[in-house]
């Protein structure tokens, strides 16, 4: 049985939780048991956010990540779950606000400048429709973390999820998130992560067509 246990950790106001619900739903659509488990506590603005994602060929018996495969870093202080990462797993972070790397040599790891290719997308939105474009670095890392684990996930399927969650009001930003998840999905494939030796190949959400 394959089985991936996935963490995200941030901060309230970067949208930790969405980027969870992203992954898990974008897993269900692949045909894969999800479970989901979002940390509520101080995830105010500023506060701490975390959830776990655990991704399974058959149903989740345990949905806490004691032991995680996968992180997904969004800040600073986010960077203490490192010591929870399991030897041989991926770490993807949000380069723009951690600049102290990565202090474990038994994993694949994978800085994202998240925040600023999410603040670029400005330059390509007209003057009068402008937004604080920071807030798509969610986005950013859900790109890098399909390219680097389900690199096989389609664009539609991708669409389907955003659409998901991007109902009602919300529809006017899917271009953005669309875009950000490409150029996150881009900066991955042009920068892939330093390998431990001996490492696998990890794909966490295999397609149906990959069998």
Excluded: W
Aim: charged content about 25%; aromatic content about 6%; glycine content about 8%.
């Amino acid at each position: 049985m394959s089985k991936t246990k996935v963490l995200i950790a941030g901060h309230g106001g970067q949208g930790v939780l969405l980027l969870g619900d992203y992954i898990a739903y974008a897993a269900m659509l692949e045909g894969k048991h999800v479970a989901y488990i979002p940390s509520y506590g101080p995830e105010t603005r500023g506060g701490r956010a975390k959830c776990y994602v655990i991704i399974s060929d058959e149903d989740v018996d345990n949905p806490i990540a004691e032991e995680p495969d996968i992180e997904l870093i969004m800040n600073q202080p986010s960077m203490d779950f490192l010591n929870n990462l399991r030897p041989g797993g991926l770490i993807i972070f949000n380069e723009s606000l951690i600049d102290t790397g990565v202090d474990r040599d038994d994993v694949r790891k994978l800085g994202v400048p998240a925040t600023e290719i999410a603040d670029n997308l400005k330059q390509d939105i007209p003057s009068d429709q402008a937004h604080d474009t920071k807030m798509f670095a969610n986005s950013v890392m859900f790109g890098a973390f399909l390219q680097m684990c389900a690199a096989s996930v389609s664009d539609d399927r991708v669409k389907e999820a955003l659409k998901h969650f991007l109902a009602g009001k919300k529809e006017i930003l899917m271009p953005l998130n669309y875009a950000a998840i490409m150029k996150g999905k881009e900066f991955a494939r042009t920068h892939p992560a330093l390998d431990v030796n001996d490492q696998t190949t990890f794909h966490c959400i295999p397609s149906r067509a990959a069998g």
